[in-house]
């Protein structure tokens, strides 16, 4: 029996996921969790879900027990208008609220508010909910749609599962499974209660778990072993949205980052139970590995590592703890500082110093230095959680902190999480808050983006959205000594880039060149963006195989790989066409310690 580290690497894990997919002995069993999941996101990311798993061609199966429950699921759907009648109650309160608030309301309640402006926000706010309640109350949910698109899917990947024997040795060995929690299953088929205090006498806990299909998880992972058995499989994988379940995966508390520093897990790194890769590797003699991955996981591999164009089902699978974004608005009321505090945020500066992150130990109880480890934590989950509890305590933060959240910012936004990237749109729109504030958070932006750890010029790596982010703030004359401090160093690379943040606004021209349907050349402004014999790790598809991409998806990939907004990007010639990637097209080596000249 092989026990999982009680503080794995992240990094370790995902390679690990990485290699075992890639294997030509993987075989990837889907839950019904992750299926019926289909039904409770859009059509594009529903779509995105399936187009990334029959990717993987037969290695993907879905187990029979798995499509009974999809199938349950289905029967038991709502049909109709499934806002209607949250948009009606919303509706109601609002009318509530308005009609109540103005009976409290005068020219002395609010400081920085008259009855009459009171009341024009009121009723603003009041249309705006309004309008938004008619738009959605009578959306319908599209399950036809969905149904249309998995059903075939679920026939297609279905596993020819001898289910008679199946069932038998369940009828023969699941209640004793239970008895002693071997997993998988023990949760669903009943947990003993702690005895109360109440009885004098010693006595049994009571069972809880499941009334009906207390068995469905046992039947599927029967199903899974008996397939990998008779396909000699290498890898058996586990595709789950209830890997937060102790009767299926483990889940480390911290892991250690890229730093090797312990950090929180919030369940994007699971394990599987050693008991399931002990029974696995005894019936299945040729296996090498057994793995429970989250959905979240294994989105993030297949657009990091193969390739997959992710980013409806990446918002899909966010959770809602995500800071409200705020329109930039114009200069009015600022924060009310200490004088010293003021003078502290003033002090704007930047050094590579700025890019080691150490928590002070007179500070390590404090709950802005407890969010920004939130930050660095693994899984959209802890770091959407952190951007939310931060965006109230960023007008009492100093700016050593400012900067190790714009830090702490990019690396989120760059494993997809979106709540932190909603937090720097809030922050920096927010014009009543101090400049040093917006600026010293711009710095640990800029620095992350475009500085290794050590403070030198780096090849720069941001979502769309946060490029977009610091093109835009560039030319703001009150945080404009941020760029003054980062982007400046650049200047002796500035032709190693694209585009730099602070320059004249400019368009690029791409020009892009096809012979028989495949992608022959990319050229901005006349210089090569792509090689047709390129590294891996270089490839437009990650997984080394050809696939067809529209002119729009290649113009946003160029955006973010060159990390600039795909607005400064124009296409010259037509752009409402698809063209094959060639198996090992893929951008140049570029960046400003590789000699290559970008304009």
Same mark, same amino acid.
């Given at each position: 029996?092989?026990?999982?580290?009680?503080?794995?690497?992240?990094?370790?894990?995902?390679?690990?996921?990485?290699?075992?997919?890639?294997?030509?002995?993987?075989?990837?069993?889907?839950?019904?969790?992750?299926?019926?999941?289909?039904? !409770?996101?859009?059509?594009?990311?529903?779509?995105?879900?399936?187009?990334?798993?029959?990717?993987?061609?037969?290695?993907?199966? +879905?187990?029979?027990?798995?499509?009974?429950?999809?199938?349950?699921?289905?029967?038991?759907?709502?049909?109709?208008?499934?806002?209607?009648?949250?948009?009606?109650?919303?509706?109601?309160?609002?009318?509530?609220?308005?009609?109540?608030?103005?009976?409290?309301?005068?020219?002395?309640?609010?400081?920085?508010?008259?009855?009459?402006?009171?009341?024009?926000?009121?009723?603003?706010?009041?249309?705006?909910?309004?309008?938004?309640?008619?738009?959605?109350?009578?959306?319908?949910? =599209?399950?036809?749609?969905?149904?249309?698109?998995?059903?075939?899917?679920?026939?297609?990947?279905?596993?020819?599962?001898?289910?008679?024997?199946?069932?038998?040795?369940?009828?023969?060995? =699941?209640?004793? @499974?239970?008895?002693?929690?071997?997993?998988?299953?023990?949760?669903?088929?009943?947990?003993?209660?702690?005895?109360?205090?109440?009885?004098?006498?010693?006595?049994?806990?009571?069972?809880?778990?499941?009334?009906?299909?207390?068995?469905?998880?046992?039947?599927?992972?029967?199903?899974?072993?008996?397939?990998?058995?008779?396909?000699?499989?290498?890898?058996?994988?586990?595709?789950?949205?209830?890997?937060?379940?102790?009767?299926?995966?483990?889940?480390?508390?911290?892991?250690?980052?890229?730093?090797?520093?312990?950090?929180?897990?919030?369940?994007? +790194?699971?394990?599987?139970?050693?008991?399931?890769?002990?029974?696995?590797?005894?019936?299945?003699?040729?296996?090498?590995?057994?793995?429970?991955?989250?959905?979240?996981?294994?989105?993030?591999?297949?657009?990091?590592?193969?390739?997959?164009? +992710?980013?409806?089902?990446?918002?899909?699978?966010?959770?809602?703890?995500?800071?409200?974004?705020?329109?930039?608005?114009?200069?009015?009321? +600022?924060?009310?500082?200490?004088?010293?505090?003021?003078?502290?945020?003033?002090?704007?500066?930047?050094?590579?110093?700025?890019?080691?992150?150490?928590?002070?130990?007179?500070?390590?109880?404090?709950?802005?230095?407890?969010?920004?480890?939130?930050? @660095?934590?693994?899984?959209?989950?802890?770091?959407?959680?952190?951007?939310?509890?931060?965006?109230?305590?960023?007008?009492?933060?100093?700016?050593?902190?400012?900067?190790?959240?714009?830090?702490?910012?990019?690396?989120?936004?760059?494993?997809?999480?979106? =709540?932190?990237?909603?937090?720097?749109?809030?922050?920096?729109?927010?014009? !009543?808050?101090?400049?040093?504030?917006?600026?010293?958070?711009?710095?640990?932006?800029?620095?992350?983006?475009?500085?290794?750890?050590?403070?030198?010029?780096?090849?720069?790596?941001?979502?769309?959205?946060?490029?977009?982010?610091?093109?835009?703030?560039?030319?703001?004359?009150?945080?404009?000594?941020?760029?003054?401090?980062?982007?400046? @160093?650049?200047?002796?690379?500035?032709?190693?880039?694209?585009?730099?943040?602070?320059?004249?606004?400019?368009?690029?021209?791409?020009?892009?060149?096809?012979?028989?349907?495949?992608?022959?050349?990319?050229?901005?402004?006349?210089?090569?963006?792509?090689?047709?014999?390129?590294?891996?790790?270089?490839?437009?598809?990650?997984?080394?195989?050809?696939?067809?991409?529209?002119?729009?998806?290649?113009?946003?990939?160029?955006?973010?790989?060159?990390?600039?907004?795909?607005?400064?990007?124009?296409?010259?010639?037509?752009?409402?066409?698809?063209?094959?990637?060639?198996?090992?097209?893929?951008?140049?080596?570029?960046?400003?310690?590789?000699?290559?000249?970008?304009?």
């Amino acid at each position: 029996m092989i026990f999982p580290e009680v503080i794995p690497s992240r990094a370790e894990c995902q390679r690990v996921i990485i290699e075992a997919i890639k294997s030509s002995g993987a075989r990837i069993y889907v839950d019904a969790s992750v299926l019926i999941h289909c039904y !409770e996101m859009s059509r594009s990311a529903c779509e995105e879900l399936l187009n990334a798993l029959d990717s993987f061609g037969d290695s993907v199966r +879905v187990p029979v027990w798995s499509a009974k429950e999809t199938w349950d699921h289905t029967r038991r759907l709502k049909t109709r208008r499934p806002l209607a009648k949250t948009a009606a109650a919303l509706t109601r309160r609002m009318t509530q609220f308005r009609t109540e608030s103005l009976r409290y309301v005068d020219e002395k309640t609010f400081d920085d508010l008259s009855a009459d402006q009171f009341a024009d926000a009121v009723n603003d706010a009041a249309a705006m909910i309004e309008d938004l309640t008619k738009r959605t109350h009578k959306i319908e949910p =599209g399950h036809e749609a969905a149904n249309a698109r998995l059903l075939p899917f679920i026939a297609k990947h279905s596993i020819p599962s001898n289910m008679a024997e199946i069932y038998r040795e369940v009828s023969e060995t =699941g209640e004793t @499974r239970f008895a002693h929690e071997v997993p998988p299953g023990f949760g669903d088929g009943g947990q003993k209660a702690e005895p109360t205090d109440s009885d004098e006498d010693e006595q049994e806990g009571s069972l809880k778990g499941k009334k009906t299909n207390r068995h469905g998880d046992l039947i599927m992972w029967l199903e899974a072993l008996q397939d990998c058995d008779h396909a000699d499989a290498k890898h058996l994988i586990i595709l789950t949205r209830d890997n937060s379940k102790r009767d299926w995966a483990y889940k480390p508390e911290r892991v250690l980052g890229d730093d090797d520093v312990p950090q929180e897990n919030a369940g994007l +790194v699971t394990l599987p139970m050693p008991l399931l890769t002990q029974e696995a590797k005894q019936r299945c003699r040729g296996l090498e590995g057994v793995h429970v991955i989250s959905l979240e996981m294994f989105t993030q591999v297949a657009r990091s590592s193969f390739g997959a164009r +992710v980013i409806n089902l990446v918002r899909a699978l966010q959770p809602a703890t995500r800071v409200p974004r705020t329109r930039p608005g114009p200069a009015g009321r +600022v924060v009310d500082l200490a004088p010293e505090d003021a003078a502290k945020l003033a002090d704007i500066s930047f050094s590579s110093m700025d890019m080691i992150y150490e928590r002070p130990d007179e500070e390590k109880d404090d709950s802005i230095w407890r969010q920004i480890d939130g930050l @660095r934590a693994e899984g959209w989950t802890a770091q959407n959680k952190a951007a939310s509890e931060l965006q109230p305590l960023i007008a009492s933060a100093n700016p050593d902190q400012l900067k190790q959240i714009g830090r702490g910012i990019i690396a989120a936004s760059n494993e997809e999480a979106l =709540g932190p990237v909603d937090l720097a749109t809030a922050v920096l729109g927010n014009r !009543e808050l101090p400049p040093g504030i917006r600026a010293n958070l711009l710095v640990g932006l800029l620095a992350e983006t475009y500085f290794d750890e050590n403070g030198e010029p780096a090849k720069p790596v941001a979502s769309p959205d946060v490029a977009s982010l610091l093109f835009d703030h560039a030319m703001e004359e009150d945080t404009r000594r941020a760029y003054s401090l980062t982007i400046e @160093r650049l200047a002796p690379y500035k032709n190693s880039y694209l585009a730099l943040p602070g320059e004249e606004v400019r368009s690029i021209r791409l020009e892009i060149q096809t012979a028989q349907s495949a992608l022959q050349s990319v050229q901005a402004d006349g210089v090569e963006l792509i090689e047709p014999d390129a590294p891996e790790s270089r490839r437009l598809t990650s997984s080394g195989l050809s696939g067809s991409i529209s002119v729009t998806d290649l113009v946003a990939v160029i955006a973010r790989e060159f990390v600039i907004p795909t607005t400064m990007l124009e296409v010259d010639g037509p752009t409402n066409f698809q063209f094959e990637i060639p198996e090992r097209a893929g951008f140049i080596s570029w960046g400003p310690l590789t000699g290559e000249t970008l304009r």
